[in-house]
């Protein structure tokens, strides 16, 4: 899956914030798993469980991903169906790529997903990396 994140403007943000809800959810007593809620629940759920990731759109580039380890059915405040996307507590960092906005989240066919950061080589600070990546042509 590939989702835009909202709000967070570098990974470091994506995490903070995971962190703190986490923290949160903790105190009260509750499941510190980070997930995300959407409205619909994905057709293809089975294979999505079946190692899939949903990755994060931060900027205009997917930049990270984190693997999906289930679904719930959950109701909101005002009792409307949502679904509740569980998530791996790891941020595994890909090859950056653009990405065009678009509302919701959209499925990602594996042969389309970004690589994995192999931890390879000099690793470019994120200005230098946006710089590069912004010279790119679509």
């Known amino acids: 899956m590939i989702k835009l994140c909202v709000g967070a403007d570098t990974v470091e943000d994506l995490a903070v914030w995971q962190a703190s809800c986490a923290a949160e959810r903790a105190s009260q007593g509750l ?21 899939g990731s ?8 997917i930049l990270v991903r984190q693997r999906i380890t289930g679904f719930e059915a ?3 405040r005002a009792g409307k169906s949502m679904c509740r996307i569980l998530l791996a507590a790891d941020l595994i960092p890909v ?39 912004e010279a790119m042509v679509w």
């Open 74 to 76: 959950i109701d909101d």
């Open 31 to 51: 499941s510190a798993i980070p997930f995300h809620d959407t409205r619909m629940h994905p057709r293809r759920a089975p294979d999505i469980l079946d190692g």
């Open 95 to 133: 090859q950056p790529r653009r990405k065009r906005p678009f509302q919701g989240w959209r499925y990602l066919e594996p042969k389309d997903a970004p690589a994995d950061r192999d931890g390879r080589g000099p690793a470019l600070s994120a200005d230098l990396e946006a710089a590069l990546k």
């Open 54 to 61: 949903i990755y994060w759109v931060i900027r205009h580039r």
